[in-house]
């Protein structure tokens, strides 16, 4: 068994600590991070390597973004799809026991849902544009992972309010067809959400500015793991969770992570 994770750490010089505890008492075998905000010699590999996942894959970047591949089993090289026409570091790849993963920090795509007048938002929509372009020439019988933060929350269920949220940049309708185009062009099963499916409530990223997220309870799903027809038949049933104890650590990411298990 392999077990992938998925986490938006927010810093991962801040929260070094919580990754060594999540590592610990998840046991994640591939830990895929965005987010982490340092240059990748800035990266703190001893702790990773402290923990058991010594094999690393960094793309990082001063104060901003950042991406990195942390594995228990040693890593194979393999291109990175490199959808970010800002050259910011958000792609980073490797592959693992014969799987291939690629490891996506999405931009959010600012406040204003169009293109015309928002730069950021149509910097957005041209990332998911060049990774359906890439996903859709691929072999679907190859073992493929994609997973990250994506920055949209796709389904009814994975925002607090579908009505609400459909017209703020994350959950708009424009945001929904491109995700769902991605997904199309690679036939890719979305894990978390077949497993447990809607209309269950399911989020990933609560914001800060509530004192109890619990209690205020507006989460976005923001955080995927997707696989290919080429391992979706290996994916363990039952075995994707949203670790939402992790956001009520102290200090924690604002994202929780997200692990699902496939037969090695």
């Known amino acids: 068994m392999l077990r992938l994770a998925t986490w938006n750490i927010n810093s991962v010089r801040l929260r070094a600590d919580q990754v060594q505890r999540f590592i610990a008492e998840q046991a994640p075998d591939v830990l895929c991070l965005q987010e982490i905000k340092c240059r990748t010699e800035e990266f703190p590999s001893a702790a990773f390597k402290a923990a058991g996942m010594p094999y690393l894959r960094v793309q990082g970047q001063k104060g901003w973004h950042g991406v990195a591949i942390a594995s228990r089993y040693p890593i194979t090289d393999v291109a990175v799809v490199n959808a970010c026409r800002e050259g910011h570091a958000r792609c980073v790849?490797?592959?693992v026991q014969g799987?291939?993963?690629q490891n996506f920090y999405i931009p959010a795509g600012g406040d204003v849902a169009d293109?015309?007048?928002n730069p950021k938002f149509d910097h957005k929509l041209d990332f998911y544009e060049a990774l359906t372009r890439e996903m859709a020439?691929?072999?679907r019988s190859a073992?493929?992972?994609l997973a990250g933060d994506f920055n949209i929350a796709p389904g009814e269920n994975d925002v607090w309010n579908h009505r609400y949220m459909s017209k703020i940049v994350s959950h708009t309708p424009?945001?929904?067809?491109?995700?769902?185009?991605?997904q199309a062009a690679g036939d890719f099963a979305d894990v978390v959400r077949d497993q447990i499916p809607e209309p269950t409530k399911l989020a990933s990223w609560w914001s800060y500015r509530a004192q109890d997220f619990r209690k205020s309870n507006r989460g976005l799903r923001l955080d995927h793991i997707w696989a290919s027809p080429g391992l979706t038949p290996r994916v363990i049933a039952g075995s994707a969770k949203i670790h939402e104890d992790c956001r009520a650590w102290e200090r924690p990411s604002d994202h929780a992570p997200v692990t699902v298990d496939v037969e090695s």
Not at 174 to 182: G, K, M, Y
């Open 93 to 95: 790849a490797a592959r």
């Open 99 to 101: 799987i291939e993963i």
């Open 115 to 117: 293109r015309d007048l």
């Open 137 to 139: 020439a691929r072999d």
């Open 143 to 145: 073992p493929l992972v």
């Open 174 to 182: 424009i945001e929904v067809e491109t995700l769902r185009r991605l």
